[in-house]
């Protein structure tokens, strides 16, 4: 059974840092794309960043130049660094990630399937 756990999520004042991170529990093949969501009660999830398996990345307009996605394929792992954050960015914070499971779900017709994480909490207040 494959699951994303995330850790890094907290209470940080205006200003501050945090960093995310997204790892997988489990056997899998290989991972195509990775990404980070935030959704806000009321509001649709929306994509925060996201990084091809070529290190292609791309960031909504409200982050870029405040967040830094990157990732770690040794490890099958994502990282969400958070730096000048916002009282806006307060949301829960959610990772996602296309695997390929095994050899058979390569050369399947659908070789992907997208898992999400349970999501983290990030609120920004002093």
């Known amino acids: 059974q494959v699951q994303l756990v995330e850790s890094g999520g907290g209470l940080v004042q205006p200003g501050g840092s945090l960093r995310l991170s997204c790892a997988v529990a489990?056997?899998?093949?290989?991972?195509?794309?990775m990404g980070w969501y935030r959704q806000v009660p009321g509001k649709e999830r929306e994509l925060v960043a996201r990084?091809?398996?070529?290190?292609?990345?791309n960031y909504a307009d409200s982050v870029k130049g405040r967040f830094a996605i990157s990732r770690d394929n040794a490890k099958n792992t994502v990282y969400l660094q958070m730096n000048s954050l916002k009282p806006e960015d307060t949301a829960a914070y959610y990772c996602?990630?296309?695997?390929?499971?095994?050899?058979?779900?390569?050369?399947?017709?659908?070789?992907?399937?997208?898992?999400w994480g349970p999501g983290t909490q990030v609120t920004v207040s002093s």
């Open positions: 996602t990630m296309s695997i390929v499971n095994s050899y058979a779900s390569l050369i399947s017709y659908q070789p992907f399937t997208d898992y």
């Open positions: 990084i091809t398996s070529g290190g292609s990345t």
């Open positions: 489990g056997s899998i093949f290989s991972i195509n794309a």
